[in-house]
């Protein structure tokens, strides 16, 4: 008999966790010989959500998109899983029974693709982010879970410090103000002499839906821009009623002056596309700017912004989201991509001694 889905109920910033999870699992099923993640496939099956409207802006319209062969653009993202595997590894060979961190750790899988059988693992996150991961991932042997928000100082005094440190930062710290970044990294290094964190970024040149598109080469934009529109319409339809009025609201406050007739999809459509290309750029710049006001979204320019910051933070590492990953599995269309993106400097993996 089948097991009954298990289901989870969470918004705002918590909801976010769900997203690279189904990114893993997604990349897992259609190219497993790149990345594979069986726990994460283990936990999409399980959990009953539906990640095409999760209430999280722009989020739930990207999972929807998808690149020629059916691989979906967020998935893609969650190669930055790959990238953190192989710090981790390269970690624990020199320190087998190190500690290692995972701050914001969601649903986050990699202690199980990872392991050693002599690391301690620690998962950090929100209490009721804890009280899901739980709820489908009880605890395994060396792992300790921590529910306290990574600002809080008193966590960095549940981690045993004797055989080194070890942090991974998936993605959190773009939820933050700079000013809380700043606290962040000043609590590790003073908890943390010699310990060392990995973490993905995009660079301040990255940090607007214009830069977003700016990521496809030419021939792909037109492509990516009717997948766009294509995902904002299956979203319409099973999206409920209070994300539609969201996005009336958004488009009532814009600036520009011509506004769509009605407050259904057809008549938002008809309204987009009748816009220049100017009065479109204006108006998804603005969009931008809602979300971010509603996140924080702190971007650094590069690296060396940590190091001002504090004369004990190093740089040990800073490359492009997809370098070294094996491309000859991919479609032309995913490989194009991939490349403009570490051409382009649009996302990096940084490592940091601290």
């Given at each position: 008999m089948q097991q009954d889905k298990v289901k989870i109920e969470l918004g705002g910033m918590s909801a976010s966790m769900f997203f690279p999870l189904w990114g893993r699992a997604q990349l897992s099923k259609k190219y497993s010989s790149l990345f594979y993640d069986a726990k994460a496939i283990e936990l999409v099956e399980k959990i009953d959500y539906d990640f095409s409207t999760s209430g999280i802006p722009f989020q739930d319209i990207l999972s929807n998109i998808s690149f020629e062969g059916g691989l979906p653009l967020l998935s893609l993202f969650s190669l930055r899983a790959k990238q953190f595997d192989e710090k981790v590894k390269a970690y624990i060979r020199e320190r087998p029974r190190a500690s290692v961190v995972n701050i914001g750790a969601g649903l986050d899988t990699t202690f199980y693709h990872v392991d050693n059988g002599t690391i301690h693992w620690y998962d950090l996150d929100?209490?009721?982010?804890?009280?899901?991961?739980?709820?489908?991932?009880?605890?395994?042997?060396r792992v300790t879970y921590i529910a306290k928000s990574l600002l809080d100082p008193s966590w960095c005094k549940d981690i045993n410090t004797d055989n080194g440190v070890f942090m991974v930062a998936g993605g959190v710290l773009s939820w933050l103000e700079e000013a809380e970044v700043k606290q962040f990294f000043s609590m590790l290094t003073d908890n943390f002499p010699d310990g060392e964190i990995v973490f993905n970024f995009r660079p301040r040149s990255g940090a607007s839906i214009d830069a977003w598109m700016d990521q496809f080469p030419p021939e792909q934009r037109d492509a990516m821009m009717?997948?766009?529109?294509?995902?904002?319409?299956?979203?319409?339809?099973?999206?409920?009623?209070?994300?539609?009025?969201?996005?009336?609201d958004m488009i009532a406050a814009l600036k520009i002056s011509t506004k769509p007739k009605g407050k259904e999809w057809s008549d938002i459509k008809a309204w987009w596309e009748k816009l220049k290309d100017t009065e479109k750029a204006e108006a998804m710049a603005e969009f931008w700017t809602f979300f971010r006001g509603g996140v924080g979204l702190w971007v650094p320019e590069d690296a060396s912004e940590f190091t001002k910051w504090d004369s004990r933070i190093t740089v040990a590492d800073q490359v492009p989201l997809f370098k070294n990953i094996p491309r000859d599995s991919l479609s032309a269309e995913v490989r194009r991509f991939m490349d403009y993106n570490d051409e382009r400097g649009k996302a990096s993996v940084i490592h940091l001694r601290v």
């Amino acid at each position: 008999m089948q097991q009954d889905k298990v289901k989870i109920e969470l918004g705002g910033m918590s909801a976010s966790m769900f997203f690279p999870l189904w990114g893993r699992a997604q990349l897992s099923k259609k190219y497993s010989s790149l990345f594979y993640d069986a726990k994460a496939i283990e936990l999409v099956e399980k959990i009953d959500y539906d990640f095409s409207t999760s209430g999280i802006p722009f989020q739930d319209i990207l999972s929807n998109i998808s690149f020629e062969g059916g691989l979906p653009l967020l998935s893609l993202f969650s190669l930055r899983a790959k990238q953190f595997d192989e710090k981790v590894k390269a970690y624990i060979r020199e320190r087998p029974r190190a500690s290692v961190v995972n701050i914001g750790a969601g649903l986050d899988t990699t202690f199980y693709h990872v392991d050693n059988g002599t690391i301690h693992w620690y998962d950090l996150d929100l209490p009721a982010v804890i009280d899901v991961r739980r709820q489908l991932l009880p605890e395994p042997e060396r792992v300790t879970y921590i529910a306290k928000s990574l600002l809080d100082p008193s966590w960095c005094k549940d981690i045993n410090t004797d055989n080194g440190v070890f942090m991974v930062a998936g993605g959190v710290l773009s939820w933050l103000e700079e000013a809380e970044v700043k606290q962040f990294f000043s609590m590790l290094t003073d908890n943390f002499p010699d310990g060392e964190i990995v973490f993905n970024f995009r660079p301040r040149s990255g940090a607007s839906i214009d830069a977003w598109m700016d990521q496809f080469p030419p021939e792909q934009r037109d492509a990516m821009m009717a997948a766009w529109m294509e995902a904002m319409n299956g979203w319409w339809e099973k999206a409920p009623q209070d994300q539609k009025d969201n996005l009336n609201d958004m488009i009532a406050a814009l600036k520009i002056s011509t506004k769509p007739k009605g407050k259904e999809w057809s008549d938002i459509k008809a309204w987009w596309e009748k816009l220049k290309d100017t009065e479109k750029a204006e108006a998804m710049a603005e969009f931008w700017t809602f979300f971010r006001g509603g996140v924080g979204l702190w971007v650094p320019e590069d690296a060396s912004e940590f190091t001002k910051w504090d004369s004990r933070i190093t740089v040990a590492d800073q490359v492009p989201l997809f370098k070294n990953i094996p491309r000859d599995s991919l479609s032309a269309e995913v490989r194009r991509f991939m490349d403009y993106n570490d051409e382009r400097g649009k996302a990096s993996v940084i490592h940091l001694r601290v």
